[in-house]
């Protein structure tokens, strides 16, 4: 590709991921959200963090890794459990890089 | 001037964005890798990081450039779909931000990512009174902000440093389940996770582009809403 090409492409592809992040808040921020509306706003979080984090563990290039090796798997459960019992983003990050890390080096 | 720059950037602010900083330096690291590769200038792949800031649908809009084959409308398109799901976090963002002008809600805007929602949400979420716009503004700019310079450096010192990506893109695995977890706050909100979880996976097979996960974000957030007033009766 040209420069030009990367050019039309980078200003086409920042006019499709702005108009959708800014078009909500401009249209919802000044008014009154309606009830139902809210309420299946508040279940949005947990949807998307379960269809990501799931995404994430399971699926690889090859297809769905289902087995009990799965490395990913195992550390999101360390994850999971101190996330739960510390509260603390940190830890749950660290003790999650510890595992991944560890697990890899022992599995592979 | 400098009380602005005060509530933008604060103690508060740095202690949200350093896990996204965790992540963004090595993916973006890659990500200016992959762009050196496929023929991009630091300059370009700068330009980029600044007008698109769209993770996953930069790598993949890099990786069609790099391929040769695909046309601009193409991969205008894919980056498109890849990053639908952000109009849920802007719309759910939009609750917080009421009374926000129309300025601000501008360049909000452009840097919410899946990252930058998460933290966002869980600061507004778990406390109304010390989190504010600003302060989720300030998050926006910094993690924008290590995007662009770990792309930029990624493009130009590419070939010396060796990223482990499986590592990398575990950091922000851990992030998310993190931040889920602390949505756990009754039963039927762990239930609408896991099951968008299992839907998203059921529907990988035959939605590409990360629509699954708009998709299944869809359908469990309905039947969570459907659930709820069921529950109520």
């Known amino acids: 590709m040209s420069s030009l090409d990367i050019f039309y492409c980078t200003l086409g592809m920042c006019f499709v991921t702005y108009l959708p992040r800014v078009l909500p808040p401009l249209l919802l921020a000044n008014r009154n959200i309606s009830p139902l509306l809210k309420r299946w706003l508040q279940y949005v979080p947990t949807s998307v963090f379960g269809a990501l984090v ?3 563990i399971f699926i690889k290039e090859s297809g769905l890794d289902m087995s009990l090796l799965n490395i990913n798997l195992l550390a999101s459960l360390v994850v999971l459990a101190v996330a739960v019992k510390t509260r603390s983003l940190a830890k749950s990050i660290v003790c ?10 022992i599995i592979c | 001037m400098f009380s602005i720059i005060r509530r933008v950037f604060n103690k508060e602010v740095m202690q949200a964005v350093w896990p996204i900083w ?3 330096l090595p993916l973006g690291f890659a990500g200016g ?19 698109v800031f769209a993770g996953s649908g930069q790598f993949i809009a890099l990786s069609m450039i790099g391929s040769g084959a695909a046309s601009i409308v193409s991969i205008v398109m894919t980056t498109f779909i890849v990053n639908l799901r952000q109009m849920l976090y802007s719309s759910t963002l939009a609750g917080f931000l009421t009374g926000e002008s129309k300025q601000y809600l501008g360049i909000f ?19 109304s009174s010390v989190w504010d716009a600003d302060k ?12 662009i310079f770990s792309n930029v450096l990624g493009n130009v010192a590419g070939n010396v440093l060796n990223v ?10 851990a ?11 009754h039963k039927l909100m762990i239930l609408i996770g896991i099951f968008s979880g299992m839907l998203a996976l059921a529907l990988s097979g035959f939605l590409d582009h990360k629509l699954h996960i708009v998709a299944a974000t869809i359908i469990a957030a309905t039947a969570g809403c459907i659930l709820e007033s069921w529950c109520e009766r």
Request: with cysteine.
């Open chain 2, 109 to 127: 805007s452009q840097g919410i990512t899946d990252e930058t929602f998460a933290v966002n949400l869980n600061h507004f979420t778990a406390d």
């Open chain 2, 136 to 147: 989720a503004l300030g998050v926006n700019v910094l993690a924008h902000g290590c995007w």
């Open chain 2, 175 to 185: 992030m998310f389940i993190g931040l889920w977890s602390f949505h756990f706050g």
């Open chain 1, 54 to 56: 799931f995404s994430e």
């Open chain 2, 33 to 51: 890798v992959l762009s050196q590769k496929v023929g991009l200038t630091p300059a370009e792949i700068g330009v980029m990081s600044v007008l």
């Open chain 2, 164 to 173: 482990d990506m499986a590592l990398v893109s575990y950091t922000l695995t």
């Open chain 2, 22 to 24: 965790l992540g963004y």
């Open chain 1, 96 to 105: 999650g890089l510890l595992s991944f890390w560890l697990l890899q080096n």
